[in-house]
């Protein structure tokens, strides 16, 4: 398996894995929200704000990850959201993509990402150290819909503190259908 962080040329077929992903899991309707979201956040967000990590197989995509910058108004921390995650249907439960996470993790903290938080399922994303945290600690940008899968971990040596002022999101998930 080989993990990397160089997206440019093959957003496609990134777009691919997680539109028939989340097909596979969710059905047709929310395998296209997915895909479309995944296309908007390749293709419309600034590079400094935006880390995409995939698994690599034979040359294959197998898994990829997709991590959005969040910034809050008053307080200088770099956050990043994770958000989706995804592994082609067939691999599920291999553990690829936990392997995936904490490759990107690491990465992430050696670049000097300082929090990352993600919104799903806390037994999952356990594994690779996400908490649950309360929106009085890192506020989201919308409403939650399922505040208990609101998760974080600090990347540094600090213990994970509030984050201070409001949220903001990168475009591709300005909006609440996605909290």
């Not at 938080?117 to 409403?143: C, D, M, N, Q």
Request: net charge negative; hydrophobic share 40%.
């Amino acid at each position: 398996m080989e993990w990397s962080n160089a997206f440019k040329g093959r957003e496609q077929p990134i777009i691919d894995l997680f539109a028939a992903t989340f097909t596979d899991s969710e059905g047709a309707e929310e395998g296209a929200v997915v895909g479309d979201l995944v296309r908007h956040q390749l293709t419309g967000t600034p590079a400094p704000d935006l880390d995409v990590f995939v698994a690599e197989e034979e040359g294959a995509i197998v898994a990829g990850a997709v991590f959005s910058r969040l910034t809050y108004d008053r307080d200088d921390r770099s956050v990043f959201v994770l958000g989706p995650v995804a592994v082609v249907t067939a691999r599920q439960g291999e553990g690829i993509g936990q392997q995936l996470l904490q490759h990107a993790l690491d990465t992430l903290r050696r670049k000097g990402v300082d929090v990352v938080v993600t919104y799903g399922a806390p037994a999952y994303y356990s594994r690779v150290g996400f908490k649950p945290v309360t929106e009085s600690l890192i506020p989201a940008p919308y409403r939650l819909q399922h505040p208990e899968g609101w998760l974080a971990q600090s990347l540094t040596e600090a213990e994970l503190t509030p984050l201070m002022g409001k949220a903001r999101c990168v475009e591709a998930f300005n909006n609440p259908v996605f909290w």
